[in-house]
């Protein structure tokens, strides 16, 4: 949450402006790019989202016939969406002139595409010096792999996220790489905006989905270390309760740890904390532990501890708890696009140049 103080009150975060005045041309679809997109419109930003007759993929997504998607209208909120075929004289000239003023031009085309259409490298410096380019792709604009296609499920397998021996590994959801990447060019454009503001000089962006994740991958050589949050430590796992729900204990600290033994009344098992990796015969007797009883009774037990346990909640449940609401972050999604209101949504609204034909919802 960004708050910002002002002579009379603190601003709301669908109210904070830290990004007014600066206009933002989106060409991506799906995830990444209108994921990193709504940050910059939430920030303050106008952001304009280019898209190809018929749309972004991600409008039918999921959704039922005749339908827009949840996921859509959530991702692209906030924005003005204009179709332009970028393929013919009458769209590329439109888009030409959108680039003259704009500062960032967020892409998530395959390398090289930009260029065939006409907007290469040289092509855009001559239409706005100032222009920051962010090219978000999978696996970034160079490299044998450059032109691979994928989507978050591929891109997570090569960047190491469901390595293991033995197990079939987790599926994870909601996608991470799509949003890692997304926050990772959202954090390249945010210092590209202030060397623009302090030069006049825009630059280049090429930006992976899968590098960021990829750059995790540093716990792996600390092995020796990650082993205490990687599943082997007793005090820092994933229990099932007697009807079959599931808690967390990350009980690090020691001070923690101690009130976690005390609560439950185990005091033996405090020095064990110590005890060697993969600590099996704790994470046993804790199983056992968490396993006799509902998730009620450990809640009632543990909740008011301050010993780092929560409950894994239900996926519908995830965002009305108390502190989400505290946090406004309730219906937060889908979103108002061009200014249209859809009923039980947020209020974001920007407004759109004169002269473009923005679509009908």
């Known amino acids: 949450m960004l708050i910002c103080p002002t002579s009379n009150s603190m601003n709301l975060p669908g109210q904070t402006k830290l990004l007014k005045g600066v206009r ?22 106008e952001v304009i989202k280019v898209e190809a007759p018929g749309g972004d993929p991600m409008r039918s997504f999921g959704a039922k016939e005749g339908q827009i998607s949840a996921f859509y209208t959530h991702l692209n909120r906030g924005k003005n969406i204009v179709e332009l075929n970028l393929k013919q004289k009458e769209g590329n000239t439109t888009f030409k002139e959108l680039l003259s003023d704009a500062n960032i031009l967020l892409e998530g085309f395959r390398p090289g595409t930009l260029k065939r259409l006409g907007f290469g490298a040289e092509n855009l410096t001559n239409i706005n010096p100032k222009l920051i380019v962010c090219s978000l792709s999978g696996f970034g604009q160079d490299g044998p792999d450059a032109l691979r296609g994928g989507h978050d499920l591929g891109y997570g ?77 007793a005090y820092y796992n994933i229990y099932e309760t007697a009807d079959h729900r599931f808690v967390t204990l990350a009980a690090v600290e020691a001070k923690f740890w101690s009130a976690f033994c005390a609560a439950v009344s185990r005091p033996e098992w405090v020095k064990r904390q110590a005890d060697s990796m993969p600590q099996i015969r704790l994470i046993g007797e804790l199983e056992d532990l968490f396993s006799d009883q509902p998730l009620c009774h450990w809640q009632a037990i543990l909740n008011d ?19 989400a609401r505290a946090r406004g972050l309730k219906n937060r999604f889908p979103g108002k696009i061009n200014a249209r209101s859809t009923p039980g949504l947020p209020n974001y609204k920007l407004f759109a140049p004169k002269d473009i034909n923005w679509i009908n919802e």
Do not use: N
């Open 24 to 45: 933002v041309l989106d060409l991506s679809q799906y995830i990444p790019g209108p994921y990193a997109s709504l940050q910059l419109a939430e920030l303050g930003a």
């Open 305 to 323: 501890v301050d010993c780092c346990f929560e409950t894994v909640p239900l996926m519908a449940k995830a965002g009305q708890a108390e502190q």
């Open 157 to 233: 397998a090569r960047a190491g996220l469901y390595s293991g021996e033995g197990t079939k590994p987790a599926f994870i959801f909601p996608p991470v790489v799509d949003h890692v990447g997304a926050l990772q060019a959202l954090s390249g454009m945010l210092a590209a905006l202030y060397q623009q503001e302090k030069t006049g000089r825009g630059c280049y962006l090429d930006m992976s989905l899968v590098d960021p994740v990829l750059a995790w991958q540093y716990l792996l050589d600390c092995d020796a270390d990650s082993r205490s949050i990687s599943g082997d430590a």
